[in-house]
């Protein structure tokens, strides 16, 4: 009896491995970073970890003065579509002249489309008091402005309302695997969101993932 059709796959896998590598803050030192995921109603987590926390870097006696972390990251998510696609959403901390911890620094990088191995460069931005006053007073009692929730930093709407300012650069490296998207009609190109199109294939990366 000949076999039936294969059944069609009803979620797509999204593999990100890799690592905070560290990061440049001319003007600072001695600073940590803190990471979350973003992504859409669509998606879920199925393995690995949504948030982390680095240890504490300080820099080296090279000329480059870069913190180093090589934190890893780890995580494996699951879809029906590929809106709201998971973004990397990082926070950098360390301490003031009074030795509280204030931010230094927020920043969002979209999860890459395409799989195989890539780097990004996060550019990072504090918000600023709106008037002098408040900046004073803040520096005075060791506050600064900073977001209650930093995933506000991926989402964009009232952001453009915030008075911001550029600061340092954070250095990601991701390893991208991806399950069944072609067998569900998607793309994933070398540059911009998954594509629809009649496919084939499963896992996309240049080398087989761990069981999932």
Request: glycine share 10%; aromatic share 12%; hydrophobic share 30%.
């Amino acid at each position: 009896m000949a076999a039936g059709p294969a059944t069609s796959p009803s979620v797509f896998l999204l593999t990100v491995n890799g690592q905070i590598e560290g990061a440049n803050f001319p003007e600072y030192d001695n600073l940590y970073c803190k990471y979350c995921f973003v992504y859409g109603h669509d998606w879920a987590p199925t393995t690995g970890l949504e948030e982390g926390i680095t240890q504490i870097a300080s820099k080296s006696s090279q000329a480059s003065h870069r913190l180093i972390w090589n934190f890893p990251l780890e995580a494996t998510f699951k879809s029906t579509n590929p809106s709201g696609w998971p973004q990397l959403v990082v926070s950098v901390y360390g301490p003031d002249v009074f030795g509280n911890d204030v931010v230094r620094g927020y920043g969002s990088t979209h999860i890459p489309f395409a799989p195989g191995k890539h780097t990004k460069t996060i550019p990072m931005f504090v918000p600023e008091p709106t008037w002098r006053l408040q900046k004073f007073t803040g520096w005075l009692m060791g506050r600064r402005p900073e977001y209650t929730d930093p995933k506000v930093v991926a989402q964009g709407e009232g952001r453009e309302v915030t008075r911001v300012r550029s600061q340092g650069f954070v250095s990601v490296s991701f390893h991208i695997m991806t399950k069944d998207m072609k067998k569900m009609g998607y793309d994933t190109g070398p540059s911009g969101p998954p594509n629809s199109q009649s496919a084939t294939s499963g896992w996309s990366a240049e080398e087989q993932p761990y069981n999932i």
